[in-house]
């Protein structure tokens, strides 16, 4: 192994640009996943729109997901195992950078609607799950708001 001399200079502005690299990593993991999930989903269903819970992305895990990559010159934060590099994806993390995520996919995706949605749910007396922020304020009555969650979802048609 070779090693590379650092002068002061790149010394003061390496964790910079490192974290700049693994950054871009993230976001390009992100963009993949969320195309190749759609691309799939349109080829296994007649369906013009798909809606990807934000939870989902990159993982099954809802808290964050561990992005498995070989190893290259564009690392961050990154704990090496091996010949591999794994980092933590968080939902935080893509809402945080959801402008660029959206903009990414609507050039991946010309002529689609791209959006993010966060929908926050209710049971109403009736059993049934409703959107209450799509609710008018005759229905609120009907609903327990003491209970609802917060879904977020991209959601790609292409109607």
């Given at each position: 192994m070779s090693l590379t001399p650092f002068s002061r200079e790149t010394m003061r502005y390496l964790k910079e640009q490192k974290d700049a690299e693994g950054h871009a990593l993230k976001l390009e993991t992100i963009i993949k996943d969320i195309y190749l999930k759609t691309v799939q989903y349109a080829?296994?269903?007649?369906?013009?729109?798909?809606?990807?819970?934000m939870?989902?992305?990159?993982?099954?895990?809802?808290?964050?997901?561990?992005?498995?990559f070989v190893p290259s010159n564009t690392i961050q934060n990154i704990h090496r195992n091996g010949d591999t590099i794994q980092f933590d994806i968080?939902?935080?993390?893509?809402?945080?950078?959801?402008?660029?995520?959206?903009?990414?996919?609507?050039?991946?995706?010309?002529d689609?609607?791209?959006?993010y949605k966060k929908v926050s749910m209710a049971r109403g007396r009736d059993g049934k799950e409703y959107d209450i922020s799509?609710?008018?304020?005759?229905?609120?009555?009907?609903?327990?708001?003491?209970?609802?969650?917060?879904?977020?979802?991209?959601?790609?048609?292409w109607t």
């Open positions: 080829e296994r269903n007649s369906d013009t729109f798909y809606a990807l819970k939870d989902s992305i990159c993982c099954q895990n809802a808290m964050a997901c561990r992005a498995v968080t939902p935080k993390f893509i809402v945080e950078n959801i402008e660029e995520i959206l903009t990414r996919l609507r050039s991946l995706f010309p689609c609607s791209i959006e799509a609710l008018d304020d005759k229905m609120r009555p009907f609903i327990d708001t003491h209970q609802t969650r917060t879904e977020e979802y991209i959601v790609i048609d």
